[in-house]
Antibody, heavy 120, light 107 residues
Framework: QVQLQESGPGLVKPSQTLSVTCTVSGGAIISGDYYWSWIRQSAGKRLEWIGRISTDGRANYNPSLKSRVSISVDTSKNQFSLSLNSVTAADTAVYYC????????????WGQGTLVTVSS | DIQMTQSPSSLSASVGDRVTITCRASQKINTYLNWYQQKTGKAPKVVIHGASSLQGGVPSRFSGNGSATEFTLSISSLQPEDLATYYCQQNFGIPYTFGQGTKLEIK
């Protein structure tokens, strides 16, 4: 069973770059069974899919964020990361990493989430 | 983007009741529809995938149905531990999108 753990800055100033990392345990990120995904949830709002990356580095992003977002994989550390630039208060949210299992076509493993607040 | 709309937004029911939540997609999505349960302060957990397949470890009182644009999640006999917000999610097309959630309360 794959386990995921997010780590993030907690607080980011407006216009700066938000960076969150997800550490994978219980399986190799290079296995190819999953797309490695980021999802966020603002207070009282619905879940929003940010994007995903495969182990060969192919990424897909939500068009609403595409100009500001980047997802990368570090197979040597068994981690994948999210970078979101030019942040505003609207980017304040709990950021979750999740696995999207290829055969299941659902988000079957989730991290506990990390709250990132954008404020000066 | 494919818009997902759930109804009702909140629901109050008694232990033992049968409850049903509806999710509608803005276009046909075949059966590319998942349901998630999110308890307060926790990450979501998939309960139904592919519109009607029960995820491993999920109690059999949960069931899903539907195809194309209309889907339902039912709980046959509500239990206290089912208190949660439920979300539908389509994976027919990118960007994947979620419904706004249905908050289930126990009377």
């Amino acid at each position: 069973q794959v386990q995921l753990q997010e780590s993030g800055p907690g607080l980011v100033k407006p216009s700066q770059t938000l960076s969150v990392t997800c550490t994978v345990s219980g399986g190799a990120i290079i296995s190819g069974d999953y797309y490695w995904s980021w999802i966020r949830q603002s207070a009282g709002k619905r879940l929003e899919w940010i994007g995903r990356i495969s182990t060969d580095g192919r990424a897909n992003y939500n068009p609403s964020l595409k100009s500001r977002v980047s997802i990368s994989v570090d197979t040597s550390k068994n981690q994948f990361s999210l970078s979101l630039n030019s942040v505003t208060a609207a980017d304040t949210a709990v950021y979750y990493c999740a696995t999207y299992k290829v055969g299941l076509t659902a988000f079957d493993n989730w991290g506990q989430g990390t709250l990132v607040t954008v404020s000066s | 983007d494919i818009q997902m709309t759930q109804s009702p937004s909140s629901l109050s029911a008694s232990v033992g009741d049968r409850v049903t939540i509806t999710c509608r997609a803005s276009q046909k999505i075949n059966t590319y529809l998942n349901w998630y349960q999110q308890k307060t302060g926790k990450a979501p957990k998939v309960v139904i995938h592919g519109a009607s397949s029960l995820q491993g470890g999920v109690p059999s009182r949960f069931s899903g149905n539907g195809s194309a644009t209309e889907f339902t999640l039912s709980i046959s006999s509500l239990q206290p531990e089912d208190l949660a917000t439920y979300y539908c999610q389509q994976n027919f097309g990118i960007p994947y999108t979620f419904g706004q959630g249905t908050k289930l309360e126990i009377k």
